[in-house]
């Protein structure tokens, strides 16, 4: 694992962006640029990012960016990564940095199609787990029990499991992460970087308004998500599935914390009941089978 010393000290994400106070992401997109920048072109969907760039004139990210509509930001990246071969350029790395709406829902058809083609560039999810700039609307994302302006007595349905959709597509690499654990994110990151095709990874970011949460508890939460076991942190390389960092000790259910601590302190689940968090508490128990299962077959 890299050391917090040799995180490079270049800043790509400027001071002055346009995001909440406590905003998660941003500690995300910071950390992606350090690992990947200054080399990088970025493609930007409809989202949260859009809007924190900063107002017009004022721009807050320092490398090019391409702002582009919900359904075509894997499809526009597809065409960079092809201009780029076209013209011999080995080194810059093409980045779709996209949320959870913009990639559990809209965006999944182009994102599957540059999967299935192998196009090279890396996509992020950062996951905030609703519709946030557009006003907390449910997306596949949004977790079981959650409230949001769609879903105001508690989304039923549980998240939809994007890297495993996207696993699925056999791409070399996918891996899921946290704002908590920022340097899993940074290492990650670089690995991507090192294969050709498509690399995707999820990163779990909270959002204070969207979750009702303080704006100084961002972190303990996203790292309250991996101790409870239902944001788990793992890769997959080559078809090969590993628990990373924390994650690893947690096949030990007795390791977990209950999903309760989590749920009782955000806003956003108060509605939720103790057979729902019953309910949640086994889906969350269930997928620690399938981690098992995936983690002892190489
Ligand atoms: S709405 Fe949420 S995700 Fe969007 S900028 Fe604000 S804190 Fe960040």
Same mark, same amino acid.
């Given at each position: 694992?890299?050391?917090?010393?040799?995180?490079?000290?270049?800043?790509?994400?400027?001071?002055?962006?346009?995001? &909440?106070?406590? &905003?998660?992401?941003?500690?995300?997109?910071?950390?992606?640029?350090?690992?990947?920048?200054?080399?990088?072109?970025?493609?930007?969907?409809?989202? &949260?990012?859009?809007?924190?760039?900063?107002?017009?004139?004022?721009?807050?990210?320092?490398?090019?960016?391409?702002?582009?509509?919900?359904?075509?930001?894997?499809?526009?990246?597809?065409?960079?990564?092809?201009?780029?071969?076209?013209?011999?350029?080995?080194?810059?790395?093409?980045?779709?940095?996209?949320?959870?709406?913009?990639?559990?829902?809209?965006?999944?058809?182009?994102?599957?199609?540059?999967?299935?083609?192998?196009?090279?560039?890396?996509?992020?999810?950062?996951?905030?787990?609703?519709?946030?700039?557009?006003?907390?609307?449910?997306?596949?994302?949004?977790?079981?029990?959650?409230?949001?302006?769609?879903?105001?007595?508690?989304?039923?349905?549980?998240?939809?499991?994007?890297?495993?959709?996207?696993?699925?597509?056999?791409?070399?690499?996918?891996?899921?992460?946290?704002?908590?654990?920022?340097?899993?994110?940074?290492?990650?990151?670089?690995?991507?970087?090192?294969?050709?095709?498509?690399?995707?990874?999820?990163?779990?970011?909270? &959002?204070?308004?969207?979750?009702?949460?303080?704006?100084?508890?961002?972190?303990?939460?996203?790292?309250?998500?991996?101790?409870?076991?239902?944001?788990?942190?793992?890769?997959?390389?080559?078809?090969?599935?590993?628990?990373?960092?924390?994650?690893?000790?947690?096949?030990?259910?007795?390791?977990?914390?209950?999903?309760?601590?989590?749920?009782?302190?955000?806003?956003?689940?108060?509605?939720?009941?103790?057979?729902?968090?019953?309910?949640?508490?086994?889906?969350?128990?269930?997928?620690?089978?399938?981690?098992?299962?995936?983690?002892?077959?190489?």
């Amino acid at each position: 694992m890299t050391s917090i010393r040799e995180i490079p000290r270049e800043e790509y994400l400027l001071p002055g962006t346009a995001a &909440c106070p406590g &905003c998660g992401f941003t500690i995300g997109l910071r950390m992606a640029l350090k690992a990947l920048g200054p080399k990088v072109i970025m493609v930007v969907p409809a989202g &949260c990012t859009s809007i924190i760039q900063s107002p017009y004139p004022y721009v807050s990210i320092g490398v090019p960016l391409l702002n582009i509509a919900f359904a075509a930001a894997a499809s526009t990246a597809s065409g960079i990564a092809a201009a780029l071969e076209y013209k011999g350029d080995k080194e810059t790395t093409v980045l779709v940095w996209a949320g959870d709406g913009g990639t559990a829902d809209i965006g999944i058809q182009a994102l599957s199609g540059a999967a299935e083609r192998g196009d090279d560039f890396i996509y992020v999810c950062y996951d905030n787990e609703a519709y946030m700039n557009t006003g907390i609307q449910r997306s596949g994302a949004t977790p079981f029990g959650a409230w949001t302006t769609t879903t105001w007595t508690g989304k039923r349905e549980f998240k939809k499991d994007v890297p495993m959709i996207m696993a699925a597509h056999r791409i070399p690499y996918v891996a899921t992460a946290s704002i908590a654990y920022p340097i899993d994110f940074y290492d990650k990151l670089k690995k991507a970087k090192t294969y050709r095709g498509l690399k995707y990874l999820h990163l779990h970011a909270p &959002c204070p308004p969207g979750w009702k949460i303080p704006t100084d508890k961002t972190v303990e939460i996203a790292k309250l998500a991996v101790e409870t076991g239902l944001w788990p942190l793992y890769e997959i390389e080559n078809g090969e599935f590993r628990l990373t960092g924390i994650s690893k000790m947690l096949l030990d259910k007795k390791r977990r914390k209950p999903v309760e601590q989590y749920i009782k302190v955000q806003g956003r689940f108060s509605s939720m009941t103790d057979d729902d968090i019953k309910i949640l508490q086994k889906w969350v128990d269930e997928q620690w089978e399938t981690y098992a299962q995936l983690a002892k077959t190489k």
